[in-house]
């Protein structure tokens, strides 16, 4: 007797358990037909190549992981200058993605758009087709130079899912540090 009580105790946590994973992997839609992810993407990494202010050339990187449960692909990144002094503009035409991470590049994401608002100092870029849940992907942004004045500049990232009526998730902030050149170092510069 004691051992079917058992054995009828584990089979409900199994099935209960095998139906929270279950439920977990897929997307969830309201009634409004608004759909979220069952399980958000995450920001792994915010990073430049030139932390010096001023400087022509640099490259962000931000890596999201997209989990395996994330019930829904992913369409669409928003990402907002949140702090930092100066504007940082960036060059739409030479932004790109790819799956993997900036030190382990793999194949190339297609964009469908890339947007810019000046006012919200949003980028906002749009996949496709739409990224598949279990990738790692790395957004490369170009701005057209790092800030003039140096400090902690902050990004939020935004996720969104497939759909026409998706919300989007905050991941959290990628935070680039700049910094002004001494007088010492550009004195002796050799472009000086």
């Given at each position: 007797?004691?051992?079917?009580?058992?054995?009828?105790?584990?089979?409900a946590?199994?099935?209960?358990?095998?139906?929270y994973?279950?439920?977990?992997?897929?997307?969830?839609?309201?009634?409004?037909?608004?759909?979220?992810?069952?399980?958000?993407?995450?920001?792994?990494?915010a990073?430049?190549?030139?932390?010096?202010?001023?400087v022509?050339?640099?490259t962000?990187?931000?890596t999201?992981?997209?989990?395996?449960?994330?019930?829904?692909?992913?369409?669409?990144?928003?990402?907002?200058q949140?702090?930092?002094?100066?504007?940082?503009?960036?060059?739409?035409?030479?932004?790109?993605?790819?799956?993997?991470?900036?030190?382990?590049?793999g194949?190339?994401?297609?964009?469908k758009?890339?947007t810019?608002?000046?006012?919200?100092?949003?980028?906002?870029?749009?996949?496709?087709?739409?990224?598949?849940?279990g990738?790692?992907?790395?957004?490369?942004?170009?701005?057209?130079?790092?800030p003039?004045?140096?400090?902690?500049?902050?990004?939020?990232?935004?996720?969104?899912p497939?759909?026409?009526?998706?919300?989007?998730?905050?991941?959290?902030?990628?935070?680039l540090?700049?910094?002004?050149?001494?007088?010492?170092?550009l004195?002796?510069?050799?472009?000086w």
């Amino acid at each position: 007797m004691r051992f079917g009580v058992l054995f009828s105790t584990a089979l409900a946590w199994a099935i209960a358990f095998e139906g929270y994973v279950t439920l977990k992997s897929q997307a969830i839609q309201l009634q409004n037909g608004t759909v979220y992810f069952a399980q958000p993407p995450r920001l792994v990494e915010a990073a430049t190549t030139y932390q010096d202010t001023y400087v022509w050339g640099a490259t962000y990187y931000f890596t999201i992981s997209l989990p395996e449960n994330a019930g829904e692909p992913l369409q669409k990144i928003t990402i907002n200058q949140r702090e930092g002094v100066d504007y940082i503009r960036f060059d739409r035409e030479d932004t790109y993605a790819f799956e993997g991470t900036r030190r382990k590049r793999g194949q190339k994401l297609k964009l469908k758009d890339v947007t810019s608002d000046r006012k919200s100092r949003t980028l906002s870029l749009t996949f496709e087709p739409p990224v598949s849940p279990g990738k790692n992907i790395t957004i490369a942004l170009k701005p057209v130079q790092n800030p003039m004045v140096g400090g902690v500049y902050l990004f939020g990232v935004t996720a969104y899912p497939a759909g026409e009526k998706s919300y989007g998730q905050f991941l959290g902030f990628g935070r680039l540090q700049f910094y002004s050149p001494s007088i010492d170092s550009l004195r002796w510069h050799p472009w000086w």
